[in-house]
Nanobody, 119 residues
């Protein structure tokens, strides 16, 4: 019954911005650690960042720190990923995921949303 649904992907030009959404249901959104990942075609899944409610901290991978921003709206049970100054190298399927605050694993995953950045 747990469901994570990403949306907001699409085809954009390099240098522009895009915000992805992850609608969460079936779990207590405000008490779960929430993360964003991406997987380019033919490559391994990459961790982008997470929000941990246990200490109210947001962590970003060095590869996107300063350019991507994670936020959440607890009233809407929605996680966001704001992406600025997009580059062709950002082209990937983007996933959101949820885990508990007692370990570092992610147990629930969305189906992903495609982001394609053209030159």
């Amino acid at each position: 019954q747990v469901q994570l649904v990403e949306s907001g992907g699409g085809l954009v030009q390099a240098g522009t911005s895009l915000t992805l959404s992850c609608a969460v249901s079936g779990i207590t959104f405000s008490s779960h650690r929430m993360g964003w990942f991406r997987q380019p075609p033919g490559k391994a899944r990459e961790f982008l960042g997470q929000f941990n409610p246990s200490d109210d901290t947001t962590y970003y991978s060095p590869s996107v720190k300063g350019r991507f921003t994670i936020s959440r709206d607890t009233a809407k049970n929605t996680l966001y990923l704001q992406m600025n100054k997009l580059e062709p190298e950002d082209t990937a399927v983007y996933y959101c995921a949820a885990g508990n605050v007692y370990d570092t694993s992610y147990y629930y995953w969305g189906q992903g949303t495609q982001v394609t950045v053209s030159s």
